[in-house]
């Protein structure tokens, strides 16, 4: 059975201005994640689902889905503020859903193969989802997961300040934590990140979570678990939110899973503020005229 690429589509784009999932980058009108899908084609995964929202369903799947429709199966799960959000005493309305976590969450009843999980709005590299569709296929257990570990210098934007989910690792390479890390620049004197003792450094060379993580669909009941029990700490706070590197904190400290790490020293593009869209066009025209893609990936 081949393994299926989820792709988290429902975010906000709160600091890009705007529904950054279906922003053009490609020489053909390209979106981030057709390239990723491009990539998880060639490396052997068999299906795609989106999570998205309602509310723009239908320019979505004008827009990206009807392009992959008859390349590579196609499906979508829906994330709204509600979806498997268990009712509990004083729980307050909610405008927004709650993070990445719940963002898999949704997708339980579209997915019951072994899967990788991204963001819509990163931009991977073929490496890793070869790496991970090798990992899906031959090692992936009920219990046993994995993610890409990306170097932090290659994960940086020139335009702003970023967050990242710093790893570390046991001597087999066994994810210990993510620790996230907010305010991250590069600046002539090195890399540095909020801490609570003002500007703290960071190596350029750790190993950071950039959202890709790859899961044996046993891990659906663990997230149900896990998010009510989250849902009822945090009823009362509209803002809170079920990340995914939390969650695979909270597994890994009481024994229930293990994640192995696999490496990638790949740059990695985004377009996390509005200014970094210039660059990751210039990025892609560049890779697609050394040939690495062809315009017009789902031709």
Same mark, same amino acid.
């Given at each position: 059975m081949?393994?299926?690429?989820?792709?988290?589509?429902?975010?906000?784009?709160?600091?890009?201005?705007?529904?950054?999932?279906?922003?053009?980058?490609?020489?053909?009108?390209?979106?981030?994640?057709?390239?990723?899908?491009?990539?998880?084609?060639?490396?052997?995964?068999?299906?795609?689902?989106?999570?998205?929202?309602?509310?723009?369903?239908?320019?979505?799947?004008?827009?990206?889905?009807?392009?992959?429709?008859?390349?590579?199966?196609?499906?979508?799960?829906?994330?709204?503020?509600?979806?498997?959000?268990?009712?509990?005493?004083?729980?307050?309305?909610?405008?927004k859903?709650?993070?990445?976590?719940?963002?898999?969450?949704?997708?339980?009843?579209?997915?019951?193969?072994?899967?990788?999980?991204?963001n819509?709005?990163?931009?991977?590299?073929y490496?890793?989802?070869?790496?991970?569709?090798?990992?899906?296929?031959?090692?992936?257990?009920?219990?046993?997961?994995?993610?890409?570990?990306?170097?932090?210098?290659?994960?940086?934007?020139?335009?702003?300040?970023?967050?990242?989910?710093?790893?570390?690792? $046991?001597?087999? +390479?066994?994810?210990?934590?993510?620790? &996230?890390?907010?305010?991250?620049? =590069?600046?002539?004197? /090195?890399?540095? #990140?909020?801490?609570?003792?003002?500007?703290?450094?960071?190596d350029?060379?750790?190993?950071?979570?950039?959202?890709?993580?790859?899961?044996?669909?046993?891990?659906?009941?663990?997230l149900?678990?896990g998010?009510?029990?989250?849902?009822?700490?945090?009823?009362?706070?509209?803002?809170?939110?079920?990340?995914?590197s939390?969650?695979?904190? $909270?597994?890994? +400290?009481?024994?229930?899973?293990t994640? &192995?790490?696999?490496?990638?020293? =790949?740059?990695?593009? /985004?377009?996390? #503020?509005?200014?970094?869209?210039?660059?990751?066009?210039?990025?892609?025209?560049?890779?697609?005229?050394?040939?690495?893609?062809?315009?017009?990936?789902?031709?």
């Amino acid at each position: 059975m081949k393994p299926t690429l989820l792709i988290l589509a429902a975010g906000m784009g709160s600091r890009y201005g705007g529904l950054k999932q279906l922003d053009e980058v490609g020489q053909a009108g390209e979106a981030i994640m057709d390239y990723s899908i491009y990539d998880a084609l060639k490396a052997g995964f068999g299906k795609v689902v989106f999570v998205i929202r309602r509310d723009f369903e239908q320019e979505f799947k004008d827009k990206i889905g009807s392009r992959w429709e008859g390349k590579i199966a196609v499906d979508y799960a829906f994330q709204g503020p509600d979806t498997y959000v268990p009712a509990v005493e004083g729980q307050v309305e909610r405008a927004k859903p709650w993070g990445t976590g719940h963002a898999v969450l949704v997708a339980k009843d579209v997915v019951h193969e072994p899967f990788v999980a991204i963001n819509a709005d990163d931009f991977y590299g073929y490496a890793g989802f070869e790496k991970m569709a090798d990992f899906l296929s031959n090692h992936c257990q009920p219990t046993n997961y994995a993610m890409v570990g990306y170097v932090l210098k290659n994960t940086l934007s020139e335009n702003g300040a970023v967050s990242r989910g710093v790893c570390s690792m $046991d001597e087999n +390479n066994l994810l210990r934590t993510v620790t &996230e890390c907010t305010g991250i620049e =590069e600046t002539t004197e /090195g890399i540095f #990140y909020n801490s609570e003792n003002g500007k703290s450094p960071l190596d350029g060379k750790s190993l950071v979570s950039m959202n890709i993580w790859g899961f044996h669909p046993h891990i659906f009941e663990l997230l149900q678990e896990g998010f009510n029990d989250f849902v009822a700490a945090n009823a009362a706070n509209p803002k809170a939110e079920f990340y995914i590197s939390s969650f695979a904190n $909270d597994l890994i +400290n009481s024994g229930t899973a293990t994640f &192995e790490v696999l490496p990638n020293d =790949e740059k990695w593009y /985004g377009v996390t #503020y509005r200014e970094d869209k210039e660059m990751v066009q210039a990025a892609f025209a560049e890779m697609t005229g050394r040939g690495v893609y062809p315009v017009g990936l789902w031709g």
